[in-house]
């Protein structure tokens, strides 16, 4: 019989674990992540790869977003979503673009192959800049970075103000219709910091999506970023974006 340890070390390509998992790994088997050991926020600094060339459009990534984090189910709010690129051949200043229900139920067919043109799907969250325009603006300091390079929102502090919402040059802000305060992507924070990947990554189906830690240097993280064509979006907003993409088409708004 499998032990359920040896059923993680057997799973690690669908489940992927942090560096301070190592740790615990005994807490999370247990389901009792809270009691691992501490987590020190200076000791990290969190990032995101996301390999466009992997991405199928499956929509699970926004499926286990909004199940995890008690995202609204109501049209047009996300906290992750995937869009669709459709390039026609000989005009690639000029793509089609679309994403039903942001990608939630996938994506049905729509275009033929073969007539020259290019499809691929782009995953799209909050950048966690280490520049945020949307912390700059905040009036009462309810949005702000942490020592780990995550950009958190403190929904006691927000005024519902929306002057995040209008600064984010990535459209990744929204206000909850439920609490009426600003709400986004948090890398899954309650997750990352007891070891463990975020709903995304998690479910990915062919890791197109992956969670890294820039200041472990054992971190698989930096092999990515060493042996492929990183990019950002929007990198004249000199944000300092920790979303780098691999195989970005250059169509990509």
Not at 199 to 214: V, W
Request: glycine content about 8%.
């Amino acid at each position: 019989m499998t032990t359920r340890r040896e059923f993680v070390g057997k799973s690690s390509t669908f489940l992927v674990l942090s560096a301070a998992a190592a740790a615990a790994l005994d807490n999370v088997l247990e389901g009792t992540p809270e009691k691992a050991p501490g987590y020190k926020k200076a000791d990290h600094w969190w990032a995101m790869i996301i390999d466009i060339e992997k991405c199928i459009g499956c929509g699970n990534c926004v499926r286990a977003c909004k199940t995890e984090n008690g995202v609204s189910m109501e049209p047009y709010y996300f906290r992750t979503w995937v869009e669709r690129y459709h390039v026609p051949a000989g005009n690639p200043e000029h793509p089609q673009v679309d994403s039903p229900n942001g990608g939630y139920d996938g994506f049905p067919e729509k275009y033929k192959p073969g007539d020259g043109s290019k499809n691929f799907f782009v995953p799209k969250l909050c950048n966690h800049c280490a520049h945020s325009p949307c912390v700059q603006v905040c009036p009462v300091g309810a949005t702000f970075e942490s020592p780990d390079g995550v950009v958190l929102v403190d929904k006691s502090y927000c005024l519902g103000c929306r002057y995040c919402v209008q600064a984010c040059p990535y459209g990744c802000r929204y206000i909850d219709p439920k609490t009426h305060v600003v709400d986004k992507c948090s890398f899954c924070y309650h997750r990352i910091t007891k070891g463990l990947t975020t709903a995304c990554c998690e479910t990915c189906p062919t890791e197109a999506r992956q969670i890294g830690d820039l200041k472990n240097p054992a971190d698989p993280i930096h092999e990515f970023l060493r042996t492929h064509k990183i990019n950002v979006l929007k990198p004249q907003m000199a944000t300092g974006s920790k979303a780098y993409y691999n195989g970005l088409d250059g169509s990509v708004r």
